[in-house]
C-alpha cells in the first residue's frame, strides 16, 4: 500500500539520488513554485501535496537521465509514496519520455513551469540584482525568443504547458515569475 510521504522523508529521498547543488537548488525551487500556485488556485488544502511533487519532480533526473520519469516511478513506489504522487511527477514528461498525461491542474502547473523556472532563472541571473525580484515579464520575452538562450529549456513544452492551462504565453510567464519570487530558494 502506497502512502503519503512528509516534506522532511521527501528531502531526504531527493539526497539519495541527487547531489548536484543545481539540481537541489531546482527542487526547491520547482516545490516554492508549486506550493505558490497551490494556494492562489484555491488549492491551499493540497499545498503540501503539490510542493512534495515539485520537490520530487526530477528525482531520477540526476542519476538516470535516459530514463527520466520512468525510473522515477521505480523508486518512489519503492519507497511506498503515494500513487498520485507517483503519476504526478512522472507525467511532468509527457510526451518527453513518458505517455502519461497530465490531468489534475497540479499536474498542468508543473509541466508548464518546470522548464520556465529555468528559462526564468538563467534571465534573471544576466541582471545586475541577479535576481528574479526586479524581473518583468518584458525582459524573460526577449530572452525566450533567443533560442540560443538557456537552449536546454524546451520553448515547445513550456507552450504545451500554457496551452494546457488554457493561459497565454504571458500569462503563463508572468505569473511563474511571481510564484519565483515567493521562494526562498532562488536568491
Known amino acids: 500500500m502506497s502512502t503519503a510521504i512528509t516534506r522532511d522523508a521527501a528531502w531526504q529521498l531527493l539526497n539519495e539520488y541527487n547531489q548536484d547543488a543545481f539540481h537541489l ?6 516545490e516554492g ?6 494556494k492562489e488556485l484555491g488549492y491551499g488544502d493540497e499545498e503540501d501535496f503539490w510542493g512534495i511533487v ?5 528525482l531520477d533526473f540526476e542519476q538516470y537521465p535516459d530514463q527520466h520519469c520512468i525510473k522515477g516511478q521505480e ?10 504522487m507517483i503519476h504526478a511527477t512522472a507525467s511532468h514528461g509527457y510526451s518527453i519520455t513518458v505517455d502519461i498525461k497530465p490531468e489534475h491542474m497540479m499536474e498542468k502547473i508543473l509541466y508548464a513551469t518546470d522548464e520556465l523556472t529555468g528559462l526564468i532563472g ?14 518583468e515579464y518584458k525582459s524573460v520575452k ?27 504565453l504571458e500569462e503563463l510567464i ?8 515567493s521562494c526562498d530558494a532562488v536568491d
Do not use: Q
Not at 515539485?54 to 526530477?58: A, E, K, W
Open 75 to 84: 523508486l518512489m513506489r519503492k519507497n511506498n509514496i503515494d500513487e498520485r
Open 174 to 181: 508572468t505569473k511563474t515569475i511571481l510564484a519565483m519570487r
Open 142 to 168: 526577449k530572452k525566450y525568443k533567443s533560442t540560443g538562450f538557456a537552449a536546454g529549456c524546451s520553448r515547445e513544452v513550456i507552450e504545451r504547458g500554457a496551452a494546457m492551462l488554457g493561459w497565454s
Open 122 to 135: 538563467a534571465a534573471a541571473l544576466m541582471r545586475p540584482s541577479k535576481s528574479v525580484k526586479d524581473l
Open 54 to 58: 515539485g520537490l520530487l519532480h526530477d
Open 33 to 38: 513554485v508549486m506550493r505558490y500556485f497551490a
Open 25 to 30: 537548488k531546482h527542487a526547491l525551487i520547482v
